[in-house]
Structures are given as C-alpha cells and as structure tokens.
C-alpha cells in the first residue's frame, strides 16, 4: 500500500512538472509571435503583387506559403523588403520601391506629387491603410511603382515649395498652375494674391496654395546662346540660370518645354529675374516666322568650331560693336582678332555692313572655292576653347551657298529646285529646334548639317533658290527632315539603317524606271535576302535611273591590315560603344575590345529594307565582334587599300577615302588555304576580300544623282520630292 502511495506521488510530481514546464514552454512560445500590427497579411502581399507578372505573383507567393508553414506568420517589415529586393531583381522595369512623395494636388483617385526624380501622375489604388485623407502638403511613405500607389506606410502634414511655378488662372478661389510639365489646380489659401499669368515661389501647404509671392522683374531681349549655366541676350548680356529652370510655353495648344525649346536668334522669349538678377523661368510666347538663320563658321577644312585668330574684311563700312565699345571699320580695311583683341568689350564682337548686299570676307579661312565670302552680319565670341565665329543672315541667302557646295549646279534646274526644298526644310527644321545652343546657333558649315559656303554661289542654284521661295516639305503642319544623298544603287532605305524608328515618309523605295509600285513593298523587304540581294547588286543591267552614274556599282578589294582592322574596331567603339558589341558567354554586349587577332571570318547578319547592311559579324581569332549600322560598316570595312573600281563596267577609278561609299555591298573572301585544305583543317584566317556595291551614301530620303535623272525625264521638283518624302505636301512659309 506505501509502494503505491509513493508511485502516486511521484506520478503526481512529475506531471505538475510536465505541467509547469508546458505551460512555461507555451508562454514563451506566445511571446514569440510578434504584434498584430508588425504582421502583414497574404491579402496585402497579394496586393502589393498586383501590378507584376504572373510568374513572379507565383513565384513569390510561393515562397510566403513555404514560409508561413515554417513560422504561422509574416512580419510586414521583412516581407516587404524582402518582395522590393526580389522584383528589383525580377522585375526591374516595373519600378516597385519605397518612395517618398510630397503631394501637390488631388485629383479623384490620382494625386500628382513631387518625388526625387521629378513631379508624377500617381495612381492610388484602394486597399487597407489608404482610406486616410490625402490633401496637397502631405508627405508619403509609400510603396508603388513608377505611377501606381499601392501601400501608404507613413503620413504626415508638411510644406511643399514650388519654385517659379506659371499662374495660368486665378478663379473661383482656384489657381491653375503649371509647374515641372504638369497643369493642375488648386485651392487659393493666401488671401493677398489675387493675381494671374505671374511667375511665383508658391507654398502648397494644409490643402492649397498658403503662400504665394510672384516675381516682378521680366526681361526680353534676342537670345543669342545658352550654355550649360548661362543665357546670353543682346543688349542685356549674360545672365545664370540653375538646373531647375522653369520653361513656359504660353502660346498654342499646352505642352512641356524645356530650354532646348528656346529659339536661338529671336526675341520671342522673356525672362524672369530673381532680386540676385538670375533667371528662374523663361516664358515662350510665341513661335513666330524664322527668316534668319545663324551658322557656325568652321576652320579651314572644317577641323573645328575654335579659331586662334580671325581675319576678316567688309567691301562696305562695317559697324562693330561689343558691349560699352563701339566703332565703324572702312571698306575693305582688314580686321585681325585675337584672344586679347583691344575691340573686346564683353566676350561678343558684332560685325553689321552698311549695305544688306554687302560681303563680309573671313580671310583666316580656306574653302575649296578659295577664301569665302559671307552675306549678312559676322560675330566673333572668345570663350576658353578659342573663337567663335557666327554667320547670321536671311534663310535664303544662307541657301543660295548651300544648294551648289551639295548639289553641282551643271543639274537640271528642277533636280536644283528639289536640293532647294529639301535644304531649306532641312535648315528650317534645325531653326527651330536650335541644336547647337551652346554655339549660339542653328547649324554649322560642315556635312554635321549640310555644307555651306564650301562652293561659290552659282546662277542657276541661285535661281533654284529664288524660284522656290518659302517652300518647305511638310507632314501634319511640321518641316519633315529632309535626307539627301549621293546616289543610289536602285533601291533606298529608311531609318532602320541607323537603327532608328522609321519615319512614315522616309520609306525604303525602288528607285527606277520601271519601278512596281504595285509589288514595291514586297520587292524592298526582298532586298533584305542575302541571296537576291547579291543577285540585284551583282547585276548591272537594270532599269534604275542612276545605273550610267559612276558609283552606281562599285568594287572594293584589300589585303586584311589586321593592326588597322583592330584599330578601326576601337575607333568606332569609343565613338558608338552600344554599336559595337562583343561576344561573352551571356552573349553580346557593348565592351572595350582589346584584342582582336587574325580575322577568320566576316558575316552579314541583317540588312534594312532595300539592302543596307546594319549588322556584320567579325569572327577574330581572340575575339568575335558585332557591329551595328550602315556607317560603322563602310567604316569598319575600309582596310588597308583606298582603291575603288566606279561604273557598271568598273573601269573608272575612285577613291574610299576610310569609309567605302555605301552599305548596299555583299562581300568574297580569300584565305590563306584552298577550299580542299580548309574542309580538312579548319576554317583557316582571310588574307583579303572583295567587296560588290553600289551607291554612295546612307541611302536615306533623297539620292541626289536620281533625282538629277528624274528631272531629265521630265519630272518637276513636286513630284520628286514627293516620291522620296512619302506622302508629305510642299507648303510655302509664310510671316503671320
């Protein structure tokens, strides 16, 4: 009876024990799982997924489940960071970070907010967490992609400052505002503004606009350059401007500007000073009619923009003026400028003649006419790489010295009238979008643009000029750009050449005369084939116009300079790094290359429409190379010989001068063993190779040398503009 009362007792000891340390076990297992609030649920997760790829929702999910099973819950912070780490790495494209936004306005369930990269459209999509107010001064913590809000983590009151924002209107207690490209309204909380169309620092703060404070000081002046950090204005001088400048257009139909809009050489522009005197935002008031152009004399041989010295002459009086100082110069008296010319003062010399058909003489530069001669005025800029020499004058005359340096004026008048159109669109188009700012122009003298001034002005182009006054290319009311070359091989091409989206009206054409229109679709992409590429180029009895033109076809042969093949491929690379590609084990990729070897094989891997080659492969014996686009082909193909076999015969001699005239080529190599040896040993290195071609040029918009054919045939200048500009119209410009 006492053995039982002790195993009793025992059996009772050790299950309060079990007891005791269970419970103990429980209650540390209870404090294990973390606060309700520091939990995410699967339906946020899944939300959080909403805007990815349905493998990736899978994917993920996946892992929350295996996860879930582990540890019976998540914890929001590391599941959310967890779920950004693995779509940046999935997903990048998509976007999805924590960012931190400052809302500007609301707008249903939109709000458009300031983040770090810029002023954004945000949608907010509705879930847990986000029914709280939004109002314009509020600071988010959000997790989103690039446009949607999908969690707000943190909120709270705060400013926004808004710096030289445009106040479109003031109504009904509303501002309309635009700022950063973006149009929005908003509550007028400053009972002491009741203006409109001001530039002002604006304050968005508890639902509205609390703080508004224009600026007062505007000027306006002709725009003469803008540089990196300056603006400079006739009569005004140079003034700084930040990074964050506001740009306006105010005149048309609203659309985002920025100061590449700026036209250079016209006073269509005012600007808004700070109190320091620094412009904060430009307002572009209207788009008005461009008759003059401003161009970037080069040096001789057009090595560069920078002179050391400029000489010049007028065969009138000439009034100079720079800054405070000011004089007259006699006709022709020589004029020599340096760096520290005594005539400075400021950075800007401006020559004006007496008389508008005067000529300014730069004798500090050669052209193949001689010492050229320019018409309009002349200005001379000393910046720290040297001196800038600027031509402005009437878009016409500008013309009457383009038309004859890029077409011979021997050419029928009507293919003269259609080099006329096509350089007066071309130029009109860079007026307007002023590429060369920083110049202080639209466009320079060299072939960057279209050559100007390198042949003396000729009659007959003249009247080609004159004949076609005001009259440009156009597509849906805008100048389209004007391509032109050389000549053609029978076939043109479009952008895809330089790997570019194509233009509608810059299509790839057969150029003939009995050219199918019905089947002339079918008969370019044709052209794309290897093999009936190399039937048509190898054929030399077709019906294209220029087939009597010297580089219609044309040979190439060269022994491989592999030290200057290698070279080539390395110019080009640092030239265009993504166009020359180099094989890895993940494929190719944009590389320095450096090594080469011997070449062992050369494949065309893809041609444009009409036959341009746009993608060669050199196979070296250290290294395979891609290479993209027409230019870096006839670049790269260019080896050791300068010799060119011309005609359709290839009896005329010519020249490659480093780059062969045209990508529409098909190429023969020679190597080092027979055919015999080379199937028993190996692919062995090419020693030479021949190339077959035809054209001279890109091969985009106009073959200058068809359009000469065309005019012997009858054709005026409409029609053949309108048969390489596809469905564009010839409208003349007009001053409103």
């Excluded at 063993?673 to 190996?682: A, C, D, K, V």
């Amino acid at each position: 009876m006492r053995k039982k009362i002790v195993y009793l007792c025992i059996a009772i000891f050790v299950l309060a024990a079990i007891l005791v340390v269970g419970s103990a076990w429980l209650i540390k297992k209870a404090k294990d799982i973390p606060p309700e609030e520091e939990q995410i649920t699967w339906e946020e997760i899944t939300h959080l997924l909403s805007e990815a790829k349905q493998e990736n929702r899978i994917l993920f999910l996946e892992q929350c489940t295996k996860e879930f099973e582990e540890k019976g819950y998540w914890l929001r912070e590391q599941t959310t960071e967890n779920l950004i780490a693995f779509m940046e790495e999935k997903e990048p494209e998509l976007g999805l970070a924590f960012r931190q936004l400052y809302v500007i306005a609301v707008i249903d369930d939109s709000i458009l907010a300031q983040s770090e990269d810029g002023l954004y459209d945000y949608q907010v999509k509705e879930m847990a967490g986000l029914q709280t107010q939004i109002q314009p001064g509020d600071s988010l913590r959000v997790i989103g992609t690039q446009h949607v809000i999908l969690q707000v983590a943190e909120t709270e009151k705060t400013q926004v400052l808004l710096e030289a924002a445009w106040i479109r209107a003031n109504t009904e207690q509303n501002l309309t505002v635009i700022y950063d490209g973006k149009e929005f309204d908003c509550a007028n909380l400053d009972n002491s503004y009741n203006g409109y169309e001001d530039i002002a620092d604006i304050v968005i703060e508890g639902g509205g606009c609390a703080s508004v404070q224009p600026y007062t000081e505007k000027i306006n002046g002709k725009l003469l350059s803008v540089k990196e950090r300056t603006i400079e204005l006739e009569e005004f001088g140079t003034y700084e401007y930040d990074e964050g400048i506001q740009v306006y257009k105010l005149f048309g139909e609203y659309e985002p500007y920025t100061v590449a809009d700026l036209q250079i050489g016209y006073d269509f522009t005012d600007f808004v000073l700070d109190k320091c005197g620094k412009i904060v935002a430009a307002l572009a008031t209207r788009d008005g009619y461009l008759d003059k152009i401003r161009v970037v004399i080069k040096t001789s041989e057009f090595a560069s923009a920078y002179h050391e010295e400029v000489l010049l002459k007028c065969d009138t009086d000439m009034a100079w003026k720079s800054g405070d100082r000011e004089g007259v110069i006699a006709g022709g008296e020589e004029v020599a400028i340096g760096n520290n010319s005594e005539l400075f003062g400021n950075d800007r010399i401006t020559f004006v003649p007496a008389a508008l058909s005067a000529k300014i003489t730069l004798l500090s530069v050669e052209r193949n006419q001689g010492t050229p001669w320019y018409r309009g005025t002349m200005e001379v800029e000393r910046t720290q790489e040297g001196l800038l020499v600027i031509n402005e004058l009437p878009l016409d005359e500008y013309l009457y010295s383009v038309v004859p340096s890029e077409m011979p004026a021997s050419y029928p008048l009507e293919a003269l009238k259609a080099q006329a159109v096509s350089a007066r669109t071309y130029a009109y188009a860079h007026m307007q979008s002023s590429r060369l700012q920083s110049y202080g122009a639209h466009v320079d003298d060299s072939a960057a643009f279209q050559v100007y001034n390198n042949i003396m002005e000729n009659e007959t182009t003249t009247k080609a000029v004159r004949e076609t006054e005001g009259v440009i290319v156009s597509k849906d009311g805008k100048p389209v750009t004007t391509y032109f070359y050389s000549t053609s091989c029978g076939y043109g091409t479009d952008l895809s050449a330089w790997l570019a989206e194509g233009e509608a009206y810059l299509k790839a054409r057969q150029i003939g005369v009995c050219a199918d229109d019905e089947n002339e679709e079918e008969n370019v992409t044709a052209m794309t084939a290897e093999e009936e590429f190399r039937r048509f180029i190898c054929d030399t009895d077709s019906d294209s116009y220029e087939k009597e033109d010297s580089y219609y076809r044309w040979k190439y042969e060269t022994a491989v300079d592999e030290e200057l093949l290698f070279a080539n491929l390395q110019k080009r690379y640092e030239a265009n790094p993504e166009q020359i590609l180099t094989e890895t084990p993940e494929g190719f990729v944009s590389k320095e290359i450096k090594e080469f070897g011997q070449l062992n094989n050369i494949e065309i891997v893809k041609r444009a429409p009409g036959g341009a080659v746009t993608e060669m492969i050199l196979e070296g014996s250290d290294a395979t190379v891609k290479i993209l686009s027409e230019k870096n082909v006839r670049y790269i193909l260019a080896n050791v010989s300068t010799e060119l076999k011309l005609g359709t015969s290839y009896e005329k001699d010519g020249t490659a001068n480093g780059m062969l005239p045209s990508a529409f080529l098909v190429i023969d190599t020679v190597r080092e063993t027979s055919e015999e040896e080379e199937q028993q040993e190996g692919l062995k290195k090419i020693t030479s190779y021949m190339v077959c071609g035809g054209g001279f040029g890109h091969g985009i918009g106009m073959s200058q040398n068809g359009a000469k054919q065309m005019a012997k045939r009858g054709m005026d200048f409409e029609a053949i503009l309108q048969f390489y500009y596809v469905e564009t119209e010839l409208v003349e410009m007009k001053e409103e």
